[in-house]
């Protein structure tokens, strides 16, 4: 099956500082690739939608300015936590399809922790 | 709002007995949907997916039902193992949409 690979799988970073997430799709290319969150016992929620040469599109209540999102070519989109803060320490999943329809690979996830 | 949810946030089976395990939706026009598996501190895996034309698909031990004017699925493993234990997120998805939405998730614990 198709994989997508997510790195760094944990990082731990002092507050004010950025980090950043990268998601490679390794046999496909992913015209769009998606960022997810999840808080402990708590469903992925869905942060924003990365597009290939084009702006990402944020859910609402997501800050488009703390979480950049870089989604350069068909295989890598990245994530950027900008001055992080403790708040910010979550697991974060990258999510890419071949086309719509289709299922949904995803990363091994990042485990943030923001001290 | 939760569009996609699983009120059972947790299971218990005996191994070699079957899991079923819930989800109920609120948005009409989902007309695909998936199950995942997740083990802590891993990103999901694909389980099974049913689109909305179908009402039952089946792979190997796990079979997903899909009851459209109840607007609820089910996904049932059979014999459970052990290493079934895991959280299983059911997912929808909107024809013309990319993005999927999740349910809360339900922790199965298959007892030897």
């Known amino acids: 099956g198709a994989v997508v690979s997510q790195h760094p799988s944990r990082v731990i970073c002092k507050s004010g500082t950025s980090v950043k997430i990268e998601c490679r799709s390794l046999d496909f290319q992913a015209t769009t690739m998606f960022w997810y969150r999840q808080f402990p016992k708590q469903s992925l929620m869905l942060m924003a939608t990365?597009?290939?040469?084009?702006?990402?599109?944020?859910e609402q209540g997501v800050e488009k300015d703390k979480f950049l999102i870089n989604h350069a070519s068909l295989t890598l989109s990245t994530l950027t936590v900008t001055s992080a803060h403790p708040e910010d320490s979550s697991f974060y999943i990258c999510?890419?399809?071949?086309?719509?329809?289709?299922?949904?690979?995803f990363g091994q996830g990042t485990r943030l922790t923001v001290v | 709002d939760q569009q996609v949810k699983q009120n059972s946030p947790s299971l218990s089976v005996q191994e070699g007995r079957i899991s079923i395990l819930n989800c109920d939706y609120t948005?009409?026009?989902?007309?695909?949907f998936l199950w995942y598996k997740k083990y802590p501190a891993e990103g999901p895996t694909f389980l099974i997916s049913i689109s909305s034309i179908k009402d039952k698909n089946e792979d190997g031990r796990f079979t997903v039902f899909l009851n459209k004017s109840a607007k609820h699925l089910s996904l049932h493993i059979v014999p459970s193992q052990p290493g079934d234990s895991a959280v299983y997120f059911c997912a929808a998805s909107e024809p013309t949409g990319n993005q999927f939405y999740f349910g809360t998730g339900t922790s199965l614990t298959v007892i030897p």
């Open positions: 990365s597009n290939e040469g084009s702006k990402a599109t944020y």
């Open positions: 999510s890419a399809r071949r086309v719509s329809n289709t299922e949904a690979f």
């Open positions: 948005n009409s026009m989902f007309d695909y």
